[in-house]
């Protein structure tokens, strides 16, 4: 079953901002950090936000900036109920595909290195530039 991306409402980036704050919760915990609702909430104008719909439910949310030939993936977030069955995957290629369609040549994002997603971005053909923080940035380069 394929996923769809769909447009967001307003009252979604409530929905949005509680799913990245539950799943980022123990991240921060582990490095005394303080989500910060407002800085998430301030921030959803300025990125494409959509829900990933995936068997007709809502299976989390995506949001990214592109802009100077990068697409950023800003959150890539899942319901739990909605991990490891390739719904991750499937949002990873439809962003590449649009990042391809609008002339980007790189796909960028951030990760803590321990997130079990790291490894799926790295078998996705994403590479280090920088860790800071055990915050990792990664990039894959889109061919034309």
């Known amino acids: 079953m394929e996923i769809t991306l769909v447009g967001v409402s307003e009252s979604d980036k409530e929905l949005a901002e509680t799913l990245t704050r539950e799943n ?3 991240y921060y915990a ?6 910060q609702p407002e800085l998430f909430l301030q921030s959803w104008p300025d990125t494409e936000n959509y829900r990933i719909h995936w068997q007709r ?10 802009y100077s030939g990068i697409l950023t993936i800003r959150d890539l977030q899942l319901y739990p109920d909605f991990r490891k069955q390739g719904i991750g995957t499937q949002a990873l290629d439809v962003l ?15 990760v803590f290195k321990e997130n ?8 996705r053909g994403f590479s280090p ?16």
């Open 24 to 26: 980022m919760a123990n």
């Open 30 to 35: 582990q490095r005394g950090l303080i989500w």
């Open 57 to 66: 439910s809502l299976a989390g949310f995506v949001r990214f900036q592109a």
């Open 96 to 110: 590449e595909n649009m990042a391809r369609q609008r002339g980007c040549h790189l796909l960028r994002l951030s």
């Open 116 to 123: 079990p997603a790291c490894a799926l971005y790295l078998r």
């Open 129 to 144: 530039v920088e860790e800071e923080n055990a915050v990792l940035r990664l990039q894959k380069i889109i061919a034309t």
